[in-house]
């Protein structure tokens, strides 16, 4: 029986490698596989092409991706058009964006099939590899194969690669509201990247509910789907917008997102380069492509939109499960059911007792409240010792998945210490509270985050072992293991993907976890008689990780450390300051703000985590121009003045911000495109960013009442720092890397206007 127990632990380890294993194809060379099959060889040969350099809006590199694309397009015999023009979107970031499309003409007048992905990088030092070189290189190399079929589509597909996505959206908000074709879309695949690994979630973006969609993609049968309700209710709570957003707010057309998290430290940094993008993650995007691309080509794509909601998952050999809302409360009332008669059998077959099942309530309390409190301050722990790590904005440092190993294995220890010390109370007893936790948790999510619902499923598995351990004095642990497998696939990739994706600070959720599945697999933990060598096994475990990440918790040129510096020149007060946003300066800008620095007293440009500047320190004063602006207009109208400026810049700049007091904007044109009434009336101080291509002026058109005092400052910045010959800024080392996020190796100027 000791050998039986010992293999089934063995199997239970295997189950949960075998949970992040199957999740994602293993890349394999095949740069010579036959051409009607896509290649990530060839695909990866697009990627290293569009990161040679960044490749923002304005920057010269974004030129020279446009052109790429183009040539690619061109060469499969493509028509390829570019629609141009300026947006503001609903973020009040005006850019002009130059958006690439071809289509495919299909044998039938139904909607079309839309691949989407976007071609700018992330301002300023982003290469673009993951986010969106990836995307665009896995639509063009689909897309070839596609071709090479030589067969017509029932569809019409149309290829799509947005500009400006980095800046608001503001490529697909030109498309969907401004092109003739938008209207002929009945279906967006979309393609993006919020890191640089990982296996790749599916998300979908509906205005209604999800049952068509999710019955549709599972007829297309992708191999290896990576999909849950659970994220998909999560991700509509999140301001994580992508193109697709903009497809389904304004053109109420349906899509799915396809996106890596992991590696989240490279998102929008200068490590976002065709090196750093994992090569397997590269061949699921294709995985999930090739075959879409087929079944929705001849699909009926007019019939897309539906009421009703599925609640679905991935399993390893099933793919995706799915079954209807309708489901939900059933599913529980027979999982409530069933634990109300397991209880009087176990009371009638006395191996249940009340005062040992309250007993048993004790280690769940203990664990849980344990575990959640040390992953709830686990980032504020790991901050406090390493106060370098807050420069890393993303929230997840380079050890970060050493990080996790450590809280996993901390809860580990806990759970099996805990559980240890009540060895004297049996294990159907023990069982009892944690199946009342899991029905309250499955009655909760039921009530208020119905995509969690499939939760109710692994809680049967635990209603079984529950069952044998009231029936049998010494059930079989394979068996005990086997009612434990649903657990253990669905929720073991739960464990990482939070704190990977939402920062460390998100490490509540993998101790909390591990500990509910933990609670999953107790009908088999509870046959062991080795729970106290288990704990110090972990114990060990924790300390050895932990050690592990102290190790890799420097910096260095393989894990960079962000940082940042400005000059800022005030023209109101006619000063001028080093500044920086780093919360632990390195030698490089140290060395101008040095032992003078201290905290700023106002706060400047926006970023995009509400990132302040930390440290200022005076600097000296450079002939720095500022823009030259004309008043065109100024009048009153009824009861509105109305004011018209026109700020043109004296030397060369990327970025362009607006402040106003607090006062009511009643209607605003900048470049004469409308900012939404929803924007202006839920702004806060933000009036507009201009992302300038070509030095562009910047027309301002504001209506507000007459009787208020305006005030605007302007923000004027250049990324120009390290190169302006005004200067003498030393290269950054190779240990650190531009501080993503926010405006960074710049030159800021600051200039307020009143109009009384």
């Given amino acids: 029986m000791k050998f039986s127990r010992t293999l089934a632990l063995i199997l239970l380890i295997f189950a949960v490698y075998w949970s992040f294993k199957s999740l994602m194809p293993s890349y394999k060379p095949n740069k010579e596989v036959s051409l009607q099959f896509f290649s990530t060889d060839r695909a990866l040969t697009h990627v290293e092409q569009l990161s040679k350099e960044p490749h923002a809006v304005g920057f010269p590199g974004h030129k020279r991706a446009k052109s790429y694309i183009i040539s690619e397009l061109k060469k499969m015999g493509l028509e390829t058009i570019t629609q141009e023009g300026y947006t503001a979107g609903d973020w009040g970031n005006l850019s002009r964006a130059t958006n690439i499309l071809a289509r495919i003409e299909g044998s039938e007048n139904g909607k079309a099939l839309l691949l989407l992905s976007h071609y700018d990088s992330s301002p300023h030092s982003s290469y673009g590899a993951s986010d969106a070189g990836s995307g665009v290189a896995t639509i063009l190399e689909g897309i070839r194969a596609f071709l090479n079929e030589n067969k017509v589509p029932k569809n019409d597909i149309i290829i799509l690669i947005t500009d400006a996505e980095e800046l608001g959206l503001n490529g697909a908000d030109l498309f969907v509201n401004k092109h003739p074709w938008a209207k002929d879309v009945g279906l967006a695949l979309n393609f993006e990247a919020r890191g640089s690994g990982g296996p790749s979630y599916m998300l979908i973006e509906t205005n209604r509910g999800n049952g068509s969609l999710i019955k549709e993609f599972k007829k297309a049968n992708p191999k290896y789907p990576v999909a849950n309700s659970l994220a998909y209710s999560i991700y509509k709570m999140l301001p994580n917008d992508t193109d697709l957003t903009v497809f389904r707010e304004d053109g ?16 929008h940094t200068a490590l976002d380069n065709y090196e750093r993008l994992d090569r397997n993650t590269l061949a699921h995007q294709g995985s999930y ?33 799915s079954y209807p809302f309708e489901w939900i409360w059933p599913m529980f009332g027979v999982a409530v059911l069933a634990f109300v008669l397991l209880l009087f059998s176990g009371f009638k077959k006395k191996k249940l007792n009340t005062k040992d099942i309250f007993k048993g309530f004790v280690p769940v309390l203990i664990t849980l409240i344990v575990n959640g409190l040390v992953g709830y301050f686990c980032w504020s722990i790991i901050t406090w010792w390493y106060p370098s790590f807050k420069d890393m904005l993303h929230g997840f440092t380079y050890n970060g998945h050493t990080y996790i190993a450590v809280y996993v294995m901390f809860s580990l220890f806990v759970c099996f210490y805990t559980y240890h010390k009540f060895r004297k109370t049996s294990t159907p007893n023990l069982l009892v509270a944690p199946l009342f936790i899991w029905l309250l948790i499955c009655g909760l999510v039921a009530q208020y985050l119905k995509g969690a619902s499939f939760f109710i499923v692994p809680l049967f598995g635990l209603l079984a072992g529950l069952l044998v351990t009231i029936h049998q004095e010494k059930p079989n642990p394979f068996l005990m293991v086997f009612l434990a497998l649903p657990a253990v696939l669905i929720y073991s990739p739960f464990i990482k993907m939070f704190p990977v994706g939402l920062g460390l600070k998100m490490m509540v959720a993998t101790t909390l976890f591990t500990t509910l599945l933990f609670f999953l697999v107790l009908p088999f933990f509870g046959q062991l008689k080795s729970k106290g060598r288990l704990a110090y096994l972990f114990l060990f475990l924790f300390f050895a990780f932990g050690i592990s990440s102290h190790i890799q918790s420097d910096f260095n040129e393989e894990r960079p450390k962000p940082s940042s510096l400005l000059y800022v020149y005030n023209a109101d007060t006619d000063s001028t300051l080093w500044a920086t946003y780093d919360n632990v300066l390195i030698d490089w800008n140290g060395q101008f703000l040095g032992d003078d620095k201290r905290k700023p007293n106002t706060e400047t440009i926006s970023s995009k985590y509400r990132t302040n500047l930390n440290y200022v320190a005076d600097a000296p004063k450079k002939d720095i121009p500022l823009p030259y602006i004309d008043t065109v207009m100024d009048t009153i109208i009824g009861e509105n003045r109305v004011i018209e400026l026109c700020v043109t810049p004296k030397r060369n700049v990327n970025r362009l911000e ?11 044109k900048v470049n004469r495109i409308a900012l939404s009434s929803y924007f202006l009336e839920h702004r806060k101080s933000r009036l507009i960013t201009h992302y300038i291509t070509n ?11 007459k009787d208020s005092i305006l005030e605007l400052t302007l923000y004027e910045a250049s990324n120009d720092l390290l190169a302006h010959p005004d200067f003498s800024i030393p290269e950054r080392p190779k240990s650190s890397i531009p501080m993503p996020f926010v405006l960074n190796d710049a030159i800021l100027t600051i200039k307020t206007l009143r109009f009384d």
């Fill in 252 to 267: 109420d057309i349906e899509g799915f997102n396809f996106a890596f998290i992991d590696d989240h430290f490279d998102y």
């Fill in 289 to 321: 492509l090739m075959p879409l691309l087929t079944y929705f080509s001849d699909a009926d794509l007019n019939n897309l939109k539906s009421l009703n909601d599925e609640v679905y998952y991935n399993l390893p050999f099933y793919n995706m499960v």
């Fill in 658 to 668: 607006v402040f106003t007091n607090p006062i009511g904007i009643t209607s605003a």
């Fill in 695 to 705: 030095n562009d002026f910047t027309e301002l058109q504001l209506e507000f009442p």
